[in-house]
């Protein structure tokens, strides 16, 4: 991180810190059942809805295959197009995931009347492992090669089969990080972007902060860039729900669903992240916040109000390099009492980050 960067990073941040952590734009838990304007599943018809809709989506509207990314690495893809598409959505999904947990997503989506698109990235999900005989770490050298792949996936696959639709996005996590990079880079192709718990800065704390753990990682990443980021990382490990323990999401019944996805698919399985992995996320956290003020398409920034994977003042700092024209209200939007996971949360958590979603994806 090069010293503007840093101040930019603290000029937003640090006075976060001092007020305890509290947002502006921070709204409060739903006292009662969230509003479902949308008719989404609720955590208590999921299994149902499950069984005899979203799997018959999947099996009967769900196209999948492979394309030549970045490199000539054959990526795997997903895409479901209802008719007469609205708009075309491409999903751009997080560490560890993979296309097949974002089922639900797709099916909500899909019902609303937009074609969606999706891919693996290298690395991860149904796509090639990087590391062979290491499947289950999660590594990569450079964010610059999963921005290579959008690229290429957009160009040869999204576009040709949009005709002339309106292109939007849908990213989570480091898909938020690596969405930001792609708008960046690429203005005008995407007209708006929702961005769910983004990466624009990963909590790679070491020691003291991310801040700190971000310039270990970026000064050591270079000795052993394949080892594990951390002393106690492993690979994937099946694991029951426990609520008080469980950092990602409140619903058992999702994350039961996302873990019976990868014990059927063992394949898709990733464990804890790299050396390498990690020094490119901070590397890539910087850029993006840097660059901000390049991006042209309209934005939604949803922050999770109890995210321990990604950090807040990235987010903030990231909303304040926006241009004034781009820069939503308020940015981030922030679920209070969430944790990361958005899209597998409980109902009081999900419900009100997909409305956001569908609202503004409806916005012209």
Not at 256 to 269: K, Y
Not at 286 to 312: P, S
Request: glycine share 8%; net charge neutral; charged share 20%.
């Amino acid at each position: 991180m090069n010293l503007l960067s840093f101040m930019r990073l603290m000029a937003v941040a640090l006075p976060a810190w001092l007020a305890g952590c509290q947002h502006p734009a921070a709204s409060p838990e739903p006292a009662g059942p969230p509003a479902n304007p949308y008719g989404l599943a609720t955590e208590a018809e999921l299994p149902a809805r499950m069984a005899s809709q979203i799997q018959p989506f999947w099996r009967q509207q769900v196209v999948q295959g492979r394309f030549a990314a970045s490199g000539g690495l054959m990526l795997a893809y997903a895409l479901a197009e209802p008719p007469q598409p609205r708009a075309s959505v491409v999903i751009v999904n997080g560490r560890t995931e993979t296309l097949l947990k974002y089922a639900e997503v797709m099916h909500d989506l899909w019902r609303q009347g937009y074609a969606v698109y999706t891919l693996d990235h290298r690395g991860q999900g149904l796509s090639p492992r990087l590391l062979a005989d290491e499947p289950e770490k999660g590594h990569v050298a450079s964010f610059d090669d999963y921005v290579a792949d959008l690229a290429v996936f957009i160009h040869r696959v999204v576009r040709p089969r949009s005709a002339g639709r309106p292109l939007l996005m849908l990213a989570h996590s480091m898909g938020g990080g690596i969405a930001s990079l792609y708008l960046e880079r690429h203005p005008g192709v995407i007209r708006a972007a929702a961005l769910s718990s983004p990466m624009h800065a990963p909590n790679a704390k070491v020691l003291f902060s991310a801040t700190t753990g971000c310039l270990w990682f970026k000064a050591t990443g270079g000795v052993c860039p394949t080892c594990w980021a951390g002393l106690l990382d492993a690979g994937w490990k099946a694991s029951t729900f426990d609520d008080s323990r469980n950092e990602l999401t409140h619903s058992a019944v999702r994350h039961g669903l996302v873990e019976q996805v990868i014990s059927e698919r063992r394949q898709v399985a990733l464990g804890g992240p790299t050396r390498g992995w990690a020094r490119a996320a901070c590397q890539a956290s910087d850029a993006l916040i840097e660059g901000a003020g390049r991006i042209d398409a309209r934005l939604l920034v949803l922050q999770a109000g109890e995210d321990t994977a990604v950090t807040a003042a990235g987010q903030a700092a990231f909303c304040a390099g926006l241009q004034p024209a781009v820069r939503p209200q308020p940015c981030p939007l922030r679920i209070e009492g969430a944790r990361h996971e958005l899209l597998v949360e409980a109902d009081r958590y999900r419900l009100p980050a997909m409305t956001a979603i569908l609202d503004f994806f409806a916005q012209p």
